[in-house]
């Protein structure tokens, strides 16, 4: 269902005169999946809301949702073609009205690791590019057609996402730049098998691959509990990334993996001056978990008995225990 969804997306934004790439088809096609996922999120959570007899709020103004612009239905649930803006009035509405309402997130937002804030810095980094309101409907009518209720199809979605993101990173000049190769990330996971209540951060994240895998691998983990679950969620996975379009695949890359309100920060790590990181909010590199301390001293042990295990977390190159200074362990 989704594959051929994204094909017939891609050949309607092939002949839109704003979109001219790849990179163009995903990005456009993005934002409109993401805002479609969202309405699908927040239903979900008025569901459960009302079943356990409380209210809810919903994050967008009613103006603004899904079911308002993008695809309004009849009482029946049939489309209803009288009340969907297309043309010039739906170009207007988003550009004019939907963009900016949604950038505004970002200063309304409590905080910055909140879905809020990430919903208004999304759509403050991308743009419609989008030149035909006709195509833009026929767009919205094939993306409205998706279902995100189960597992298996928000796995499904977020496959075939992953597929648009190589696709894109092929596009490129540089196509390591937006994709590394999924089964080196997942050697790579493996190798240093993270576990829960470790900390993994990618200071050049791109479209956040590593973290998405990396989020798999841990919630593949039959036995979670709801407090893994709330650490997997908000204290696990961290990221920053320089460019614009990247930062914003990435976020949404992680939201449609299932991770609400991503980590990842727009930002150049090169450019960061650590003078300015104060001492109570550094994680030491060379600071091993005691888990993860433990399971290095059994495998150097195994491995070279006369040799000193090194922490997992150390990022130094000798062969000898690290000694790098790391000053006082964070609370």
Known sequence: MFEQAFKNIDDILHKDAGCTSELDYTEQSSWLLFLKYLDALERERAMEAELEGRKYDWLLQKKYRWESWAAPKKKGGAFDHDKALTGPDLIDFVDDQLFPYLEGFKRRASGPQTLEYKIGEIFGEIGNKIRSGYNLRDVIERVDELRFGTSAEKHELSHLYEAKVRNMGNAGRNGGEYYTPR????????????????????????????????????????????????????????????????YVIGVMN??????????????????????????????????????????????????????????????????????????????
């Open 183 to 246: 089964p080196l990330i997942r050697a790579m996971i493996q190798v240093v098998d993270p576990q829960i209540g470790e900390t993994i951060y990618d200071g050049a994240c791109g479209s956040a691959g590593f973290l998405c895998e990396a989020f798999d691998h841990l919630r593949s983990n039959k036995k979670l509990s709801t407090k893994d679950a709330k650490t997997l969620q908000e204290k696990t996975f961290y990221g920053q990334e320089k460019k614009g379009l990247a």
């Open 254 to 331: 992680m939201i449609l993996h299932g991770i609400e309100a991503p980590n990842i920060i727009h930002a150049n790590t090169l450019g960061q001056n650590l003078n300015d990181i104060q001492q109570k909010t550094r994680r030491p590199s060379c600071w091993p978990t005691r888990r993860s301390a433990a399971r290095s001293a059994r495998k150097s042990s195994r491995t070279s008995p006369s040799r000193p295990a090194r922490p997992r977390s150390c990022s130094c190159s000798t062969s000898s225990a690290c000694s790098s200074p790391v000053g006082a362990r964070p609370s």
